[in-house]
């Protein structure tokens, strides 16, 4: 396994378990300790983990904001798996929105054959997939382009939403939790995915099970706004018991 795929497995077992051993990595990536630690020390210096006697933790707090780069790179099978699930919800004719994020561009990425859509993203990446798509109308909500995430913020992007009233949108989150609802790192995203969430009929969380529990620093909205959670694994007892409360379906993606 090469440099980057080692660090990209360990970055997934860094956020799948929150404190990783220099020992466990190295017998399960089939490198010496001192790779490991090495790699860990990388890590550390790009700020996605940090190290301890022994070990790495985890990086992420409230305030941290994975890059969207990141994103892309750790529980890629999971994401996919919610994208085949979300794209089969989305029928011939409908207008859908896609909000900016990794599991969102996979879910874009599973619409791209599909004809008589249309589709309103405040992501620039996930617009560069459908541009020369002709089947498919692709609206473009305006506004400041955010470096980095690449997703559009601000009043024209808020006005955008406001006006428009979609099918089914496809929301990211940066974090869920039975208490604090959904929330998100960014106040700017954030406010861009309330917009958005004021005229859906429908509203799926698209969520891997490692925004599970996890509280981001700015909230989007409570739980209840959900029609559906589109996730990898059944959330954990005291989340499943909130989510059935606020009337929200749990699929699972197989």
């Known amino acids: ?107 874009a990425r599973c619409l791209t054959s599909r004809r008589n859509l249309t589709i309103i993203t405040p992501s620039l990446l996930i617009a560069t997939l459908f541009v020369n798509q002709p089947d498919i109308r692709l609206i473009l909500p305006g506004g400041i382009v ?30 869920i939790d039975a208490r604090a609802g959904l929330t998100e790192y960014n106040w700017d995203d954030a406010q861009v995915k309330q917009a958005m969430l004021k005229t859906a009929k429908q509203t799926i969380a698209v969520a891997d099970a490692s925004k599970f529990d996890h509280i981001a620093m700015v909230k989007i909205a409570p739980l209840d706004v959900l029609d559906i959670l589109l996730t990898d694994q059944p959330p954990p007892p005291s989340m499943a018991e909130a989510l059935e409360k606020a009337h929200v379906r749990v699929i699972v993606a197989e």
């Not at 990783?20 to 090495?38: D, F, H, N, P, Y």
């Not at 969207?68 to 790179?73: D, E, F, I, K």
């Open 1 to 107: 396994m090469d440099m980057v795929n080692r660090q990209r497995a360990i970055i997934s077992a860094v956020e799948a378990q929150g404190t990783v051993r220099v020992s466990e990595l190295a017998k399960q990536l089939q490198v010496t300790e001192m790779t490991i630690r090495r790699d860990l020390s990388e890590l550390e210096g790009k700020g996605l983990v940090k190290r301890i006697h022994g070990g790495g933790i985890s990086a992420r707090g409230r305030f941290y904001e994975p890059t969207l780069t990141l994103r892309n790179t750790v529980h890629i099978q999971e994401k996919q798996r919610i994208a085949r699930s979300a794209a089969d919800l989305v029928r011939d004719g409908d207008f859908i929105a896609l909000d900016v994020g990794s599991t969102t561009y996979e879910v």
């Open 146 to 175: 955010r470096p980095g995430e690449t997703s559009m913020i601000g009043e024209l992007s808020h006005r955008a939403f406001e006006i428009f009233h979609v099918d089914s949108l496809f929301l990211g989150v940066g974090g």
